[in-house]
């Protein structure tokens, strides 16, 4: 089956580190760029990070530049957000998702979401 | 920062009835080989985001031909021909010609 999953989400004190994982199965994970979308609570939608299958980026938002590092370990069909610096308004739901298009290397149209995982930080 | 700007923000709709949601952006998401990079997805209560249109006007696998996409330049429309009760949620579009990528506020779908 193809699918996303993520874990790692919790609890975290603001100032902490949390790292997030995203397992994907059923497709030919290494040609596929992948990003991290967050939602807060009850808000809309704020794309994270990417990372393509090539050499272009990663890039991240502006609000999580210089705390957040996206990376994928293609042996383990794995993709990661390593957060740092956890702020009370990193607080969301965290999900990854994969563009569409093999091999791309441009521009993402997200086809394929995991279910997400929540990461709160609270004091 | 690339804005998209989405409206109305709720729109109730009644079975059967078109439906169109607005999503204007801040600069051209035309890029150069002819490509809108923009995108529109729905999530539905309690689930996550699915995709509905791709680049502008291309419909997702497995989207229902009641959902098409137009628009270019900075001025793009979802319009659904005939609304379901499945098709109640929330859509948001989305631009991804430049980083950071940034979505519309959404527009919350929901029956009559």
């Known amino acids: 089956e193809v699918q996303l999953l993520e874990s790692g989400g919790g609890l975290v004190q603001p100032g902490g580190s949390l790292r997030l994982s995203c397992a994907a199965s059923?497709?030919?994970?290494?040609?596929?760029?992948l990003s991290w979308v967050r939602q807060t609570p009850g808000k809309g939608l704020e794309w994270v990070s990417v990372?393509?299958?090539?050499?272009?980026?990663?890039f991240y938002a502006d609000s999580v530049k210089g705390r957040f590092t996206i990376s994928r370990d293609n042996s383990k069909n794995t993709l990661y957000l390593q957060m740092t610096s956890l702020r009370v308004d990193d607080t969301a739901v965290y999900y990854c998702?994969?563009?569409?298009?093999?091999?791309?290397?441009?521009?993402?149209?997200?086809?394929?979401w995991g279910q997400g995982t929540l990461v709160t930080v609270s004091s | 920062d690339i804005v998209m700007t989405q409206s109305p923000l709720s729109l109730p709709v009644t079975p059967g009835e078109p439906a169109s949601i607005s999503c204007r952006s801040s600069?051209?998401?035309?890029?150069?080989?002819?490509?809108?990079?923009i995108d529109w997805y729905l999530q539905k209560p309690g689930q996550s985001p699915q995709l509905l249109i791709y680049?502008?006007?291309n419909r997702a696998s497995g989207v229902p031909d009641r959902f098409s996409g137009s628009g270019s330049g900075t001025d793009f429309t979802l319009k659904i021909s005939r609304v379901e009760a499945e098709d109640v949620g929330v859509y948001y579009c989305?631009?991804?010609?430049?980083?950071?990528?940034?979505f519309g506020q959404g527009t919350k779908v929901d029956i009559k």
């Open positions: 600069q051209s998401l035309l890029f150069g080989t002819g490509v809108h990079y």
């Open positions: 998702a994969r563009d569409r298009w093999p091999n791309g290397n441009y521009g993402a149209s997200f086809d394929l």
């Open positions: 990372v393509y299958s090539g050499d272009l980026g990663p």
């Open positions: 989305m631009q991804t010609i430049q980083p950071p990528w940034t």
């Open positions: 059923g497709f030919t994970f290494g040609n596929y760029a």
């Open positions: 680049t502008a006007s």
